[in-house]
């Protein structure tokens, strides 16, 4: 019953920017990292950010300095801002949380994507 809806995505023109948001539903006790993945055409699923639960943050090289992750005040939600975005930024964004669950366990959980799309 955890649940995570992705919203912000979209077709910007290259050099755009877009803000990316998460939002955690559901029975979880805590939330141990967030994170960003992406899925563009043809290639592999990849880590673009994470945040852990004491702010810190890891980026992908491809998108270090013009990106960033960060955590909503309530702490479940997490945003990406993705400034001078670039063609080959276009991909499915996948939000996605480890947690503890309200019972101890420890899992993951994936959003269903929103859709980037970068024009030249």
């Known amino acids: 019953q955890v649940q995570l809806v992705e919203s912000g995505g979209g077709l910007v023109q290259a050099g755009g920017s877009l803000r990316l948001s998460c939002a955690v539903s559901?029975?979880?006790?805590?939330?141990?990292?967030m994170g960003w993945y992406r899925q563009g055409p043809g290639k592999q699923r990849e880590l673009v950010a994470a945040?852990?639960?004491?702010?810190?943050?890891n980026y992908a090289d491809s998108v270090k300095g013009r990106s960033t992750i960060s955590r909503g005040n309530a702490k479940n939600t997490v945003y990406l801002q993705m400034n001078s975005l670039k063609p080959e930024d276009t991909a499915v964004y996948y939000c996605?949380?480890?947690?503890?669950?309200?019972?101890?366990?420890?899992?993951?959980?994936w959003g269903k994507g929103t859709l980037v799309t970068v024009s030249s």
């Open positions: 996605k949380v480890d947690a503890t669950a309200s019972g101890g366990s420890r899992l993951s959980y």
């Open positions: 945040i852990t639960s004491g702010g810190s943050t």
């Open positions: 559901g029975s979880i006790f805590s939330i141990n990292v």
